[in-house]
């Protein structure tokens, strides 16, 4: 029937979160972790860390990596490590470790990407563009819950932001994204990667299954991006691209080597293709890597 309260004189019961979660449940370990902290194992659902007014500050549970979610004993080691023993194993719980769990990806897919903006974190997953209140994940220590914007169901690839416009690479197209809203700015399948051509273009050029693609880019419209025209002359899928200081593009492919391109004037045309590959000196064709320092 949850949790009860014993001051020598009479037993009241405890009315919280904590008490609720036991009673629907079933309460069957239990272990004060410090002056303001317990845990609290069950037979149905995994654990649950608990403050002294019954607050609930972590649910762990086989979603979130426990072998199964019957917690049959508690026990705290000298390192402040937590050790739980299962109905079927055993595992621990490094409490002091500064990284966490902030969602299970049987609820929002696997984990690709994510982006910073204003008060929003954004999170890309194989099942479509998250976010959450950036504030409200920080505060707080129980798992994120994430709202999904609709138009960008299905896998996203990248998201990333270009002098303050967030543009998300996903399979079915690309995407402007403000605030809560995918704005599409094309339907060109697969897109991997955007970069603005130097700090002075109005143009972006963006990576795909099928090569390059063109954007222009204007702050004072909405959409901020324009598309213009896919390159002609490069179909390759190359997903990571640099572009250094005299406008080459540098682009990897993963198992062909590296190519550099030159662009003709308005940025339209290919005017130079170089292929690198173990011939000219890299260690191997495949799973090469670029990246400007």
Same mark, same amino acid.
């Given at each position: 029937? $949850?949790?009860?309260?014993?001051?020598?004189?009479?037993?009241?019961?405890?009315?919280?979160?904590?008490?609720?979660?036991?009673?629907?449940?079933?309460?069957?370990?239990?272990? %004060?972790?410090?002056?303001?902290?317990?845990?609290?194992?069950?037979?149905?659902? $995994?654990?649950?860390?608990?403050?002294?007014?019954?607050?609930?500050?972590?649910?762990?549970?086989?979603?979130?990596?426990?072998?199964?979610?019957? =917690?049959?004993?508690?026990?705290?080691?000298? *390192?402040?490590?937590?050790?739980?023993?299962?109905?079927?194993?055993?595992?621990?719980?490094?409490?002091?470790?500064?990284?966490?769990?902030?969602?299970?990806?049987?609820? !929002?897919?696997?984990?690709? =990407?994510?982006?910073?903006?204003?008060?929003?974190?954004?999170?890309?997953?194989?099942?479509?563009?998250?976010?959450?209140?950036?504030?409200?994940?920080?505060?707080?220590?129980?798992?994120?819950?994430?709202?999904?914007?609709?138009?960008?169901?299905?896998? =996203?690839?990248?998201?990333?932001?270009? *002098?303050?416009?967030?543009?998300?690479?996903?399979?079915? $197209?690309?995407?402007?994204?403000?605030?809560?809203?995918?704005?599409?700015?094309?339907?060109?399948?697969?897109?991997?990667?955007?970069?603005?051509?130097?700090?002075?273009?109005?143009?972006?050029?963006?990576?795909?299954?099928?090569?390059?693609?063109?954007?222009?880019?204007?702050?004072?419209?909405?959409?901020?991006?324009?598309?213009?025209?896919?390159?002609?002359?490069?179909?390759?899928?190359?997903?990571?691209?640099?572009?250094?200081?005299?406008?080459?593009?540098?682009?990897?492919?993963?198992?062909?080597?590296?190519?550099?391109?030159?662009? $003709?004037?308005?940025? %339209?045309?290919?005017?130079?293709?170089?292929?690198?590959?173990?011939?000219?000196?890299?260690?191997?064709? !495949?799973?090469?890597?670029?990246?400007?320092?």
């Amino acid at each position: 029937h $949850g949790f009860y309260l014993y001051n020598e004189k009479k037993i009241i019961q405890w009315r919280n979160n904590a008490s609720e979660f036991i009673k629907k449940n079933q309460l069957y370990s239990l272990i %004060q972790l410090d002056y303001n902290l317990y845990a609290a194992g069950t037979i149905i659902d $995994g654990l649950i860390f608990f403050n002294q007014n019954g607050e609930i500050i972590r649910h762990i549970n086989k979603e979130v990596g426990l072998q199964n979610n019957s =917690v049959l004993g508690l026990f705290l080691d000298t *390192d402040k490590n937590l050790w739980v023993g299962l109905d079927y194993g055993i595992d621990m719980i490094k409490l002091n470790s500064p990284v966490s769990m902030l969602f299970s990806p049987h609820e !929002y897919g696997t984990g690709y =990407v994510s982006a910073i903006k204003n008060k929003l974190l954004y999170f890309g997953t194989n099942h479509g563009l998250f976010y959450a209140d950036k504030e409200e994940i920080i505060n707080s220590r129980r798992k994120a819950s994430l709202k999904s914007i609709p138009e960008t169901n299905g896998q =996203v690839w990248n998201i990333q932001q270009i *002098d303050g416009v967030l543009i998300c690479g996903h399979h079915n $197209g690309a995407f402007e994204i403000i605030d809560d809203k995918a704005i599409k700015v094309s339907a060109q399948l697969g897109f991997w990667k955007f970069l603005r051509i130097n700090e002075h273009s109005n143009y972006i050029i963006a990576t795909t299954y099928t090569g390059l693609t063109l954007f222009e880019y204007d702050k004072s419209r909405i959409p901020h991006l324009k598309f213009i025209k896919r390159i002609e002359g490069f179909n390759e899928s190359c997903r990571e691209m640099e572009i250094d200081m005299a406008g080459n593009i540098w682009l990897s492919h993963p198992y062909k080597g590296i190519y550099r391109i030159r662009l $003709g004037e308005g940025f %339209q045309k290919i005017r130079e293709i170089k292929y690198y590959s173990s011939n000219n000196g890299l260690p191997s064709d !495949y799973l090469n890597y670029i990246f400007q320092l």
